[in-house]
């Protein structure tokens, strides 16, 4: 009895510990602390009519 509750009391503990991950701030070249870069937008996709890919109009 003892030691299933203990078990069971490690197991959910460590799922505890594991499910919560520190944000890892962004550093320059130097070590020190910046501000992190946005992720860039995806490319642009242009389609035809039909569907297809097509060349994007600049």
């Known amino acids: 009895m003892l030691r ?3 078990m069971s009391l490690s197991a959910a503990a460590l799922l505890a510990t594991a499910s919560v991950a520190p944000a890892a ?3 320059d070249a130097k070590g020190k ?9 995806p490319p642009k996709r242009c389609r035809d009519a039909k569907g297809h890919f097509a060349k994007c109009p600049k």
Do not use: E, G, N, Y
């Open 25 to 27: 701030p962004c550093r």
């Open 33 to 41: 602390f910046m501000k992190c870069p946005t992720k860039p937008a």
């Open 4 to 6: 299933t509750l203990l």
